[in-house]
């Protein structure tokens, strides 16, 4: 029985959003999902910013455990509950539950966190070192071990135009950042800054090593391929979600969808404890 990675989603928060339609997707009851089922799954990536519903809603957990094995991109901006991410929780409510996510997944090298994007806007922003290194040691101390950064991209459909940043800024807060991820035993990669483009966010190998059985399938079946489409994504994974319905965060910088309305749970405005998304591409190796 062939097996696949398949990714919830890198189009929107699928478990935050749509915790029903991913359980729905992944048992086969959506059209493009019907030949579907957990036990198909070798990797079930989740691409979110609030894991949760995985820790709290035992309906989801227990179909998401029917996969080989499930691992997260888990993006912690420091913005969470700011007008810049209105709809995502705080990081003081999140962090605290790390490692119920790492014992949940079985291991913590299962779990990336995503720093993306760093950005800059009417006051607001998170390109701060003593931010970053105030997350990253929370990641570092649960086990994780890829960290993957990017700096705001100017997608069509953003609704807001942050303050530009220079080239030499940038490279001093990358080689700043890299300095403490080398010092916690985190492995760095910085989207689009030269010579740190070091990991990928679907990387085949490294979704093999983690596998329960060490299964190399997934990457069997990728090299099979002799002409991979444009979106070539696509030939190794199965992404279960689409832009509608709009993901409940409401971003300001987010290119999948503007002008929509967006709830904003009161509990996201918690504090944070003790403090002053680059294109999916695929590697073989691991």
Known sequence: MRKYVVSASRRTDMLASAPERLVQALEGGLPFSRHLSPERVHTLLISTKDFRNFLDRPEIRSVCDRCDQVCFNLT??????????????????????????????????????????????????????????????????????????????????????????????????????????????????????????????????????????QDTSVIHHYQAVKRPTANYCRDAIWDLGWYKPPCRHGCLYCYGRSGAVYSEPAENSAPAPNLPRSACDIRLGG
């Open 76 to 213: 912690i901006t420091g913005l969470g509950g700011s007008p810049l991410e209105p709809g995502v929780p705080a990081m003081g409510l999140l962090l605290p539950r790390l490692p119920e996510l790492a014992e949940a997944v079985g291991d913590p090298r299962r779990i990336t966190w995503c720093f993306d994007p760093i950005l800059e806007w009417h006051g607001l922003g998170n390109k701060s070192v003593d931010l970053f290194q105030s997350i990253a040691a929370t990641f570092a101390a649960i086990g994780a071990r890829r960290v993957m950064a990017m700096f705001y991209f100017p997608y069509r459909n953003s609704r807001v135009s942050p303050d530009a940043i220079p080239a030499e800024e940038k490279a001093r807060f990358a080689g700043e950042i890299d300095q403490v991820c080398a010092s916690l035993g985190l492995d760095l990669s910085f989207c689009h800054v030269p010579g740190m483009h070091r990991l990928r966010c679907v990387d085949l190998g490294w979704l093999a090593e983690l596998h329960p059985h």
